[in-house]
């Protein structure tokens, strides 16, 4: 399996990684993968050729694996004095990423694959800036949600006692959420911040732009779009919480698939093992590779 590691700048100080796997001739569109908080895009591949994206490139898709600013091999790593947030990802980040790919294949629509928290900055991107849809491919979205209404023990501990309480703790502290702490990578205070306000609000809002993304939603129509969770996530991509994503997106309950022994499934499927299983690839990763030939 061959990897490129392509970089652009993102015009103040910030290189953004984009692990490239080439095929020898692209019939089948080019893939942008997204990974949510905490994480990189080490969720989507590894080096000896497992995982989501080395199978979608045998399969003849290009891919193209993003690590969000500081994240992964972006540099300079996040720090107490980064000052940027979800805004700049959607202003500055995604739209260079796809304007990258773009200029290799400018023929061909881009996909998008999403984890966790990346599908909530994906739908809310596209929301904003409509002019991009015509421009893309099908959606899938792996275990993405927005607000956390779930009341459960994991939600207690994920999200109340650590995503809010410990998490608010280190921004006092360090003046960010190290990598490590939560996950593999750490959050920027400005982040964290908005990421908390999204997960307990009952509305979507970009409040420093005056944008509620619910009533663009009931205007404008997304890409077609796949929605898929597990059984055994319990909070972080409930299928009551995905469920609620995705009408909110204005998509619909038919989008959605839950992923379990009980569906038919090889495994009973959690926020991680979704993308990392080593049954995933002779289960869901089918369906994912059939979803893509989908058109307009």
Known sequence: MEIVNDYFDTGDGHKIHIAHLPVKEALKQPILFIHGAIEDGS????????????????????????????????????????????????DEDLPKALDHIRKLYPNLKVSLITHSWGGVLTNAFLLMNPQWVKKLG?????????????????????????????????????????????????????????????????????????IDLQELAMRQKLPPTLYLTGSKDYCLGHIKDVTAFALESGHKRDDIRLLSKKSGNLEDYDHLSILISKKAPQDHFLTVRDFLTLSD
């Not at 050729?49 to 600013?69: I, T």
Request: charged residues 20%.
């Open 138 to 210: 099908p959606i899938i979205h792996f275990a993405s949600k927005r607000r956390v209404s779930v009341l459960n023990f994991h939600r207690f501990f994920f999200i109340d006692v650590m995503w809010l309480t410990v998490g608010t703790l280190f921004l006092w502290i360090k003046g960010y959420l190290p990598k490590g702490v939560m996950g593999p990578e750490g959050e920027t205070k400005k982040s964290l911040k908005e990421s908390q306000r999204w997960v307990y609000s009952r509305r979507w809002l970009i409040k420093e732009r005056g």
């Open 43 to 90: 969720i989507f591949y590894s080096k000896k050729g497992k995982g989501l994206a080395p199978f979608l490139q045998a399969a003849g898709h290009p891919c193209f694996v993003l690590d969000m600013r500081g994240k992964g091999k972006s540099t300079p790593p996040i720090s107490p004095q980064a000052n940027y947030g979800q805004l700049e990802f959607f």
